[in-house]
């Protein structure tokens, strides 16, 4: 699963910046999702995009998030007028396929974001 | 919505010696998929093993090994011979057989002494 690559690994940011991360799928994969974890928290579901498309965003906050996963390039997770509270870690999946491979998806190494 | 819940928040088990980690679900469906995955030092999200509701067969993967109890809804993780690179927080997962999204529970923080 090595092959899900997020960047970058640490980001620091100003209450009121914006905060983007990016993630390449692995190979093969047209599928991406994004989770958050807080502290001590298990992680929770954000956004599902396929290519050039949001398929399921219930779990990301209304304001100030956004995602994105363009036909070329990597997905894209933006905060924008981050607050502390975001701070968190944040993980990039991708599966081949919503019934491929017994739905098993594979998970980057996270980037971590802190608001100081 | 599913709920996943793993009630020992931490554990400790000693090298070579087997431990045993918990987790409960609470679900309507009928199929659907059980994860275990480690979150060691380094943070990544690494699978461990994977469960098919329907297959009554407890998955195995090497030292790894599930107790699957439908009736029930528990799905522990059974670790043998555990190792000083067992140490991580473990989670476990629930996702619907028509769904995408992983439910995780808070997980269990297993520490493997020498």
Request: hydrophobic share 35%; charged share 20%.
């Amino acid at each position: 699963n090595a092959g899900v690559m997020q960047n970058p690994r640490h980001l620091v940011r100003r209450r009121g910046q914006e905060a983007r991360l990016r993630c390449s799928p692995m190979k093969g994969h047209s599928h991406v999702y994004w989770y958050r974890q807080l502290p001590e928290e298990g992680l929770k579901f954000m956004v599902y995009l396929q290519k050039e498309n949001i398929i399921d965003e219930s779990g990301m906050p209304k304001e100030r998030f956004s995602a994105e996963f363009p036909k070329e390039g990597p997905s894209i997770l933006r905060i924008q007028q981050v607050v502390r509270g975001d701070s968190a870690a944040y993980f990039c999946a991708s599966s081949p396929g919503v019934k491929v491979a017994g739905n098993t998806i594979y998970f980057g190494e996270g980037s971590w974001l802190t608001v100081v | 919505a599913q709920t996943v819940t793993q009630s020992q928040p931490e554990m400790s088990v000693q090298e070579a010696e087997t431990v045993t980690l918990s987790c409960t679900y609470d679900t309507s469906e009928n199929n659907y998929y059980l994860f275990w995955y480690k979150q060691p030092p380094s943070r990544q999200m690494i699978l461990v093993i994977r469960q098919e509701a329907y297959k009554q067969q407890n998955a195995t993967e090497n030292r790894f090994s599930v107790n699957f109890q439908k009736a029930a809804k528990s799905f522990s993780l059974k670790i043998s011979d555990s190792q000083l690179g067992d140490t991580a927080m473990y989670f476990c997962a629930f996702m619907r057989n028509s769904g995408y999204a992983l439910n995780f529970g808070k997980g269990t923080s297993l520490l493997v002494t020498p």
